[in-house]
């Protein structure tokens, strides 16, 4: 992936995206993918905002059939089966647990008539979907980790996971194999009108701070919270703050579902990269855009509401990684922002410029299909959405589990541990060869970076040298979430600076002050 700036002042787009997160993405991918002339700019770095801090899942929300959004839900579970059939190294099923105690808000039957009704709005899915009922006895012993007292039995239900920045990068990378110019650091600052029609808009590369305009016949804000910057955009939506701790690994395979003593609310205990992640939090945000945090009543929400339910409490010296995110929701009555739909709407404004108002990440494809469809409207050009049954652009072509096994047995060869292999194919795809290649000319690359993580040496340059790094923290935080699953000591971000150092062109004193940005 290649960063042009210059590329962006290069005759007239048919389209431009302000955004660079899944919205973003997956319009430019979509329009490229339709032949449209593209462009899509991003403030930082690509998924920088909500789309790497998002909970990871591609569901349907189960908890969304308790607002009878049941719409919305079938989209999802059906947005849901494309992604594990055209994708399956960026989305991959994960079982939940759901344990039914004497107290729980909502009891055997009911969630029984949930899950019964999950499953047939996915279209009653494979084996490895559905969902399955446990007496007290085998719960207890699939979740060794939750408390049995008062436990009357549980279920399991299937659903998928994937690396959220990633799936971004790999669209992004998808736009840019296809001709869309794709910036990272690169922030529209102001729009151009022509008798109040918009016809481009003027951007800042944030690494020289040079300006430029790039002419559009289409404009489109994927920007996420930013909308609020507007007063239009704020009497559209409302937001809300989700926060995730990271907590030690090894707790569980499987991901639960539990509900928070405090409120009733839905929240997660979930594996992830051999962590485990505890979120989300959902409080109304009316905050700074760009200065998102963990609260302390955040840390002490979710402690309280995990801890209500793990036999071996946590504490906040147990917590190893914190993020917080924003979501945006069309503005409704409800009184708290979880009992507000997730669907997602396209506005436009009077001088033509659409914006992207809410949704998900698991239905941003479909979503982004109709943000083009009504582009291409607009332009006159009548193409249809093609991201339907397209396999993504890093999907290896030939059978995908011939193939894993393949990729698995390579690297073992070469010294990779099982872990590391397994999270080099959903982090690369069929460019996990590409990786492999690297430690073939040099044994040393199949190392870990850090004992306790699946991240290995040969991935963070093969990162540096082909996925449009602009800063050690775009590496280290979304190309890999190092600095979000671990707290690095300086010296390991100083050996991983340096052996970047000259992929990069940094200097000694450009070296410092990248290392400055990753720490706390
Ligand atoms: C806590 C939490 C958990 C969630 N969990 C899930 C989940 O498990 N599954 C799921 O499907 N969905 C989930 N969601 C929802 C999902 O994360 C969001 O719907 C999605 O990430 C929004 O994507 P977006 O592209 O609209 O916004 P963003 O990802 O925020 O992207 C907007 C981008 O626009 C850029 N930008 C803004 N202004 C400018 C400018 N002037 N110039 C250039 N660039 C600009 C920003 O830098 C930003 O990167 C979750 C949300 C939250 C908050």
Known sequence: MQRDVADLARGEFDLLVCGGGIYGAWTAYDAALRGLR????????WASATSSASSKLIHGGLRYLETYDFKLVKKALAERQLLLDVAPHRVWPLRFGVPVYRDSRVGKLRMQAGLMLYDALAGCPAKELAHRVFNREEFSARFPLLKNTALTGGFTYGDAQTDDARLVLELIDGAQQLGAVCVNHCRLTTMIEVNGIASGATVQDQTSGEQM????????HTTGQWISATA??????????????????????????????????????????GMTLLGTTDDDYRGDANQVHVEPADVGYLLTAANHYLNTAWSEADIVGRYAGVRVMQRGDAHHPSQLSRDWQLRTADNGVHYSVGGKITSAR????????????RLGAGSACMTGDRLFPWTPSTDYTAWCAGIRQQAAQLGVDEHSSLWLIRRHGERAADVLAGIAADARLARRITPTLPLIVADV??????EMVVHLDDLLRRRLPLLILARPDHDTLHNIAHRVAPILGWDEHRVHAEIQRCLP
Do not use: N
Request: charged letters at 20%.
């Open 232 to 273: 239009q955009g704020k009497s559209w939506c409302r937001m809300s703050k989700g926060v995730h701790l990271v907590m030690p690994g090894g707790l569980t395979d499987e991901a639960v579902l539990l509900t928070a003593p405090q409120d009733g609310r839905v929240f997660f205990i979930l594996p992830w990269y």
């Open 366 to 377: 479909v979503d982004a299909g109709h943000i083009v469809d009504t582009v291409c409207a």
């Open 38 to 45: 593209v462009a899509i700019v991003e403030q930082g770095d």
């Open 213 to 220: 305009q790039i002419k559009a016949r289409q404009i489109v």
């Open 461 to 466: 340059l093969y990162c540096a040298r082909t």
